[in-house]
C-alpha cells in the first residue's frame, strides 16, 4: 500500500476544539496539499478578487480599463437574460475542481433518469455554512452530472448582489452560476434548449438560505421548508418538473456557535439577515496544516443525492391547491431520500431530519 493510501484510508482526527492543537504530519502526500490549496482558494476568491480590484485601483494606469470594466459591470445583463452566455465548460471541467472535490471527498449519488425533454428546479438542501456540496456538484463537472444527467444543461444560481462584486462576477459566470432572481429563473426555463423553450435545462436553487445557514450543526439535517414555496410557483409557472436533492454531510463541514448557548448573538445574526438580507455564522472550521483552529472546512464526506422528479404542470394562473400539493410531494420526497440513505450516509446524526418554518 502506497503511502497516498495510508493517507486516503486513515479516519479523519476527531475534533478536539477546546483541546491541544494538532498539527497535519509532514508526510501528507502532495495530492492532499494540493485539494487543500484549491479548496482554500476558492473559498478566499472573493477576498482575493476584491483585493486585485483595489490593487489595480492604487494604478492611475488602469483607471481608464477600470472605468470601461465598471461600465460593463453596470450594463451586464448576463446574470439574468437566460443566454448562459461567458460560461465556460472547460472552465467547469477543469482539474483543479477534481481535487477540490476530492477534499472532502464529494460524490454525486443519480436516483433516477431525467428526460432531457424537460425542464428541472433542483432544489438543494440543506444550505450549511457556504454550500460547498451545491458548488462541486452543480457549478462543476467534478462529479460527472453531465454523464449522468446527459442533455441537461444545470446552472446553480446565487444572489444577485454577488455579480456586482468585480471580477468575481466573472469567475462565478464563467461556472455557469446565475442569478437567483425571478427574472433570471424564468430566462433561463424559457429560452434556450432543443427548441429554444427551456427544454433541458435546469436550475439549482438552495432552497433553504441564509435562514437555513443559521441551523447548519454537525449531525442535524434542520431544512427551512414549510412556508417555502415561491420555487414551487415558479416551476408551475415555466412548466418545469421540481427534483430533490439531499446532500448528507454539508452540516458537517463546519462548527458553528449554537443559537440557545448564544441566545444574544442569534438575534444580531437574525437582525443582520432581516434588514440586509444575508447572514454572518460564527464558524469555525480546521486550519491547513493543523485539525482544530482555522476556517477551512473539515474532511468530510459530501454525498449529494438527486431524487426523483416530480412531474409540474405549466400554468400561468396560480392555484394555491396545487402549490400546496406540490410542496407536499416534494417534502415527501425529500424524508424518503432521508429514510433510505441516511443510514449510509448520516450513521453519526444526532437527530432525525426536521422540516422547519
Known amino acids: 500500500m502506497s503511502l497516498e493510501d495510508v493517507h486516503r484510508h486513515r479516519p479523519s482526527p476527531q475534533r478536539q ?15 492532499r496539499r494540493f485539494q487543500t490549496l484549491m479548496v482554500l482558494v476558492h473559498c478566499l476568491s472573493i477576498a482575493g478578487y476584491v483585493s486585485i480590484f483595489f490593487g489595480l485601483c492604487a494604478n492611475p494606469f488602469a483607471w481608464p480599463l477600470l472605468l470601461l470594466y465598471l461600465l460593463h459591470v453596470l450594463s451586464s445583463r448576463a446574470a439574468t437574460d437566460g443566454s448562459l452566455k461567458f460560461r465556460s465548460e472547460w472552465f467547469r ?38 454550500s460547498h456540496g451545491a458548488w462541486a456538484a452543480f457549478a462543476t463537472e467534478a462529479l460527472g452530472f453531465a454523464e449522468k444527467f446527459p442533455g441537461i444543461t444545470n446552472s446553480l444560481l446565487t444572489l444577485d448582489s454577488n455579480f456586482r462584486i468585480p471580477f468575481y462576477r466573472d469567475y462565478i459566470l464563467g461556472m455557469g ?33 441564509a435562514r437555513e445557514s443559521l441551523e447548519a450543526q454537525p449531525g442535524q439535517m434542520r431544512l427551512i421548508l414549510k412556508e417555502r414555496k415561491g420555487f414551487i410557483k415558479l416551476a408551475v409557472r415555466c412548466g418545469a418538473d421540481l427534483v430533490p436533492v439531499l446532500a448528507f454531510g454539508e452540516n458537517d463541514l463546519y462548527d458553528q456557535l449554537r443559537p440557545r448557548e448564544h441566545p444574544f448573538v442569534h438575534k444580531v445574526q ?27 472546512p473539515y474532511r468530510h464526506p459530501l454525498n449529494v443525492v438527486v431524487g426523483k422528479p416530480i412531474k409540474v404542470t405549466q400554468s400561468n394562473q396560480i392555484d394555491n391547491d396545487e402549490i400546496n400539493r406540490l410542496h407536499e410531494l416534494y417534502v415527501s420526497e425529500l424524508e424518503e431520500l432521508w429514510d ?18
Open 177 to 209: 452560476v446565475r442569478s437567483v432572481s425571478k427574472e433570471s429563473i424564468v430566462n433561463i426555463l424559457t429560452r434556450g434548449g432543443a427548441n429554444n423553450e427551456g427544454m433541458g435545462r435546469a436550475v439549482t436553487i438552495v432552497v433553504g438560505g
Open 17 to 31: 476544539p477546546y483541546g491541544r492543537i494538532r498539527w497535519a504530519p509532514w508526510d501528507v502526500p502532495a495530492k
Open 270 to 296: 437574525m437582525f443582520v439577515l432581516k434588514v440586509w438580507k444575508f447572514t454572518l455564522p460564527f464558524l469555525h472550521g480546521r486550519g491547513i496544516f493543523n485539525y482544530d483552529v482555522g476556517m477551512m
Open 93 to 130: 471541467s477543469s482539474y483543479v475542481w477534481d481535487l477540490f472535490a476530492g477534499y472532502f471527498p464529494a460524490k454525486l449519488h443519480k436516483t433516477h433518469d431525467l428526460p432531457p425533454t424537460r425542464k428541472y428546479i433542483f432544489g438543494y438542501h440543506p444550505h450549511g455554512i457556504i
Open 340 to 357: 433510505r440513505y441516511k443510514d449510509e450516509f448520516a450513521r453519526d446524526r444526532k437527530e432525525e431530519m426536521q422540516i422547519l418554518s
